[in-house]
């Protein structure tokens, strides 16, 4: 059995995103291959040699003071290692502390380890010696398989890395990096990295064209999506009380969009298209305040936004636009599944997940015709320029009035996603990690 490290960067955020789906489902994956699987994790606790309070402090860092024992011996190992060394120490899960909440964002795991601050620190390192930081660790796995461009590298074990997209070199002006300390990580991974792994066809051009990376050293292996069988089981009368009982929508009377509010997401034009369709069913929004959001929301006023219901007369008011800071992901579940339509026109993705599992489950899908999109999307989904607001209007008003239209989409897009499947996924996987062996 094969043992692999991955990350747990993104997994630890309060709140999700595309690179901790991406890291939950690789989880997933690797376990059903047959391998052993380790999540490394950076959380501010130290370490302790009372295995109950390792476990008590992996889920609150709020646990008391520090074991000056143990703190002490992680000191020496980090002086032994030297600047550009850290330490990973175990985290027992043995039940003891109950971990139910954190079920929908803990990955599948066969070992927990954790080291202090390993992401921050690693960062303030590269900017300082523009070198990886060696992670090392007792019973060193077969492979580290980071799920994002972190400047750390596994010692004396075969480190391969996912590099997702080029969007901060791409389309600069949609995101706060640092690019000159973003290109140069870019860089210094793909020349000491094992391998490549990358997520569709124009992530591996833009990779190969702006970072320099040679082709056989990147691997494209797309994306597959797992959706818990229990929320699948849901029937639609579940899925119509749900959504209709907590966001106050009409089963399949609404138009979806979720993930971050930022430029790249495109949701200015997508809010001024929907606008300018006039079309009856409200457009929800699921998604947090990221950087520039209360631009892409220029449009929105008390007219026509809600950021919550309201009742006026023991009535819903209904409001044209709402905006969820936040769903979990069986809600979230339930939400595609009752929507009209997913409305994704971004400017640019590395894959388009929301595109995937809105096909996987039946909703039509209006997407942009660029990056990945078309890759993930083919003929299954209403393709659009996402730079044009009257086209993103034309196609939700298609969409809208015809429910033969919906109902097409609906069958062409759960056969597009059956290309994405996890044997797909697996078998991709397994070639990578062959070449690394």
């Not at 009377?253 to 606008?275: A, H, Q, T, V």
């Not at 809600?331 to 339509?341: E, H, K, N, W």
């Amino acid at each position: 059995m094969t043992r692999i490290l991955i990350d747990g960067r993104n997994l630890g955020l309060e709140k999700g995103t595309g690179v901790a789906t991406y890291a939950r489902n690789l989880s997933h994956e690797l376990h059903a291959m047959g391998h052993g699987v380790e999540v490394l994790y950076g959380y501010g606790a130290g370490p302790s040699r009372n295995a109950l309070m390792r476990e008590i402090a992996f889920f609150d860092a709020n646990h008391g003071d520090k074991d000056r024992i143990a703190a002490a011996i992680e000191a020496v190992r980090s002086r032994l290692s030297g600047p550009l060394g850290k330490h990973a120490f175990d985290v027992p899960i043995s039940g003891r502390v109950e971990a139910r909440t954190f079920s929908a964002r803990l990955p599948y795991f066969d070992r927990i380890v954790n080291s202090t601050n390993v992401f921050g620190r690693s960062h303030n390192t590269f900017r300082t010696w523009k070198m990886l930081t060696r992670l090392s660790m007792a019973d060193r796995p077969d492979i580290a398989h980071w799920t994002y461009p972190l400047p750390i590298r596994l010692k004396g074990r075969p480190n391969i890395y996912t590099m997702h997209d080029v969007v901060p070199l791409k389309l600069p002006y949609t995101t706060l990096d640092n690019k000159r300390f973003y290109l140069r990580l870019m860089k210094r991974i793909a020349k000491i990295a094992d391998h490549i792994v990358t997520v569709s066809e124009c992530s591996k051009r833009d990779l190969v064209e702006m970072v320099g990376i040679p082709e056989d050293r990147i691997t494209n292996t797309y994306q597959s999506v797992d959706i818990p069988a229990k929320f699948l089981a849901k029937t639609e009368d579940e899925v119509a009380r749900e959504v209709e009982g907590t966001v106050g929508v009409d089963y399949q009377g609404y138009y979806l969009f979720w993930g971050s509010i930022e430029p790249k997401k495109n949701i200015g034009r997508m809010i001024e298209g929907y606008l300018a369709s006039k079309v009856d069913a409200p457009l929800v929004i699921v998604g947090a305040m990221a950087w520039k959001s209360d631009e892409e929301l220029r449009l929105l006023n008390e007219e026509n936004i809600v950021f919550r219901r309201t009742i006026e007369n023991d009535e819903f008011t209904r409001k044209r636009v709402m905006i969820l800071p936040y769903a979990p992901f069986s809600l979230l579940v339930s939400l595609i599944r009752g929507a009209r339509a997913t409305l994704f026109p971004s400017i640019y993705e590395g894959f388009g997940l929301p595109v995937l599992e809105s096909m996987l489950l039946g909703t039509p899908v209006i997407c942009s015709n660029t990056s990945s999109l078309p890759e993930v999307a083919a003929n299954a989904t209403l393709s659009v320029d996402p730079y044009d607001t009257a086209a993103i209007a034309r196609a939700i008003r298609s969409i809208d009035g015809d429910p033969a239209l919906r109902a097409d989409l609906s069958a062409r897009g759960r056969a597009q996603a059956a290309k994405f499947s996890r044997e797909a996924y697996r078998e991709k996987l397994a070639q990578v990690y062959a070449k690394v062996r």
